[in-house]
């Protein structure tokens, strides 16, 4: 495989989990969620992943309700390192507050196979 931006050649194969040596990024934001600009209550995200194969990965779930000009969560309560022995892994972040647009983000960083299978989401609209 070539790289445009220095001229190296690389050998592609499925067992590497780096780009280079680099760690992959791997960043997957959602369609806005809003339901005629009523107030959502957002419970809980569940994501189930395929993993393994290399280091641990980190799973970081942040929002925006402004568009995607800022973001926020991130942190301790909204950050999950996936296990390194499964092949399969579920990850749930619960109290994600209310909007009346909502836009997530899921950034999924380390050296292992790393696929996001699923995603679910509780959610209910309310006045209060």
């Given at each position: ?88 892994d579920r990850a749930a ?36």
């Amino acid at each position: 495989v070539g790289d445009f931006s220095n001229g190296n050649i690389y050998q592609m194969d499925s067992g590497i989990y780096t780009d280079a040596g680099q760690t992959i990024t791997c960043v997957r934001t959602l369609p806005h969620l809003c339901e005629q600009r009523l107030r959502q209550f957002f419970s809980k995200l569940q994501l189930d992943l395929e993993t393994g194969g290399g280091a641990a990965l980190t799973i970081v779930v942040e929002w925006s309700d402004d568009g995607g000009t800022a973001w926020v969560g991130g942190g301790v309560n909204f950050t999950y390192t996936a296990s390194t022995t499964k092949k399969l892994d579920r990850a749930a972040f619960w109290q994600l507050g209310s909007s009346d647009d909502r836009v997530f983000r899921i950034t999924i960083t380390g050296n292992a196979r790393k696929a996001l299978l699923n995603l679910y989401l509780d959610v209910f609209t309310g006045i209060s």
